[in-house]
């Protein structure tokens, strides 16, 4: 499936910024399931210096540098992305077996740790645990952890923010796919399970016989667990109560939302200041050749 993404984020001062520095994470991620065709990213106003690279975890990653006085910035990235289903998961090992096998392996054991927004939460590890009683493959235990976020949790906007807590989202029983991912994440991380936290888009649908409404979809995001040598990473969204397809487009991962957040900087000035997102992810057609 091919899609093409347009992400536009808008920010507004009280006082001009004196001086700007932005890391942005806005640029799909090429992998074996997902090939970017296409990818471009605009500011207006135009920074001083711009970097491009890839960050510790091998996203890509665009810094930018303003040095003049600006009431207003403006962020617009768009991209046309070929996505795949990932292969069906391999056999997977007894959950309890997982962590002795991911301390094998550099890149899962660095998520099987606490990070600086996800400390160690025993109600999180409580509320994973039922599916994951003694012997049972990780695999089939995931099928009914997916499950339990859509029986037990709502996805409300507004009642949370970019930092509550993990026990603030159980008390509540409902939150955003940032919050559920950030729950999921810290059960299965207590269990023994390496987690990351997920950074991108998926394909929204409007209501039937409504029409698509432009500029009203949202970032995502979602949990890629490790499962065993062969299984590998193993994406899940719990927001939706699914494993992904091919209708998620991944701009990068890290340990929580901290290290992957979409638009991150400092700034020099600007007083109370709004921001405005857009969004728009829809098909595209085949692009030839």
């Not at 037990?152 to 923010?161: C, D, N, P, S, Y």
């Not at 409902?174 to 399970?193: E, K, N, W, Y």
Request: hydrophobic share 45%; with cysteine; net charge neutral.
């Amino acid at each position: 499936m091919i899609y093409r993404l347009r992400h536009v984020t808008a920010y507004a001062y009280e006082t001009p910024v004196e001086m700007a520095t932005h890391l942005l994470h806005l640029t799909p991620r090429s992998l074996a399931r997902q090939r970017v065709l296409r990818s471009s990213l605009t500011c207006d106003p135009v920074p001083a210096r711009r970097e491009e690279g890839t960050d510790y975890f091998g996203n890509p990653a665009i810094w930018l540098h303003l040095d003049r006085p600006h009431k207003r910035f403006t962020v617009t990235a768009e991209a046309l992305v070929d996505v795949a289903p990932p292969p069906l998961p391999a056999a997977t090992p007894a959950w309890e077996a997982i962590r002795a096998l991911a301390l094998r392996d550099r890149e899962a054991a660095e998520f099987l740790f606490p990070s600086p927004s996800l400390p160690p939460v025993e109600a999180a590890r409580a509320f994973l645990a039922p599916h994951f009683t003694p012997g049972r493959m990780a695999g089939e235990a995931a099928v009914e952890m997916i499950a339990r976020f859509r029986d037990q949790m709502a996805f409300r906007a507004g009642v949370t923010t970019i930092s509550t807590p993990v026990e603030e989202v159980l008390k509540r029983r409902a939150g955003v796919c940032q919050d559920f991912a950030h729950l999921m994440i810290t059960g299965l991380r207590m269990l023994g399970i390496p987690a990351r936290y997920v950074s991108g888009y998926i394909r929204t649908r409007p209501r039937p016989g409504g029409e698509r409404r432009v500029g009203v979809d949202q970032s995502h995001a979602w949990v890629a667990a490790w499962l065993g040598p062969e299984a590998g990473w193993v994406e899940m969204d719990p927001t939706n109560s699914l494993f992904v397809a091919d209708e998620h487009v991944v701009l990068g991962w890290g340990r929580d939302f901290g290290d992957v957040s979409p638009l991150f900087g400092m700034i020099l000035g600007g007083g109370h200041h709004s921001v405005t997102v857009g969004v728009d992810m829809s098909e595209a057609e085949p692009v030839p050749g």
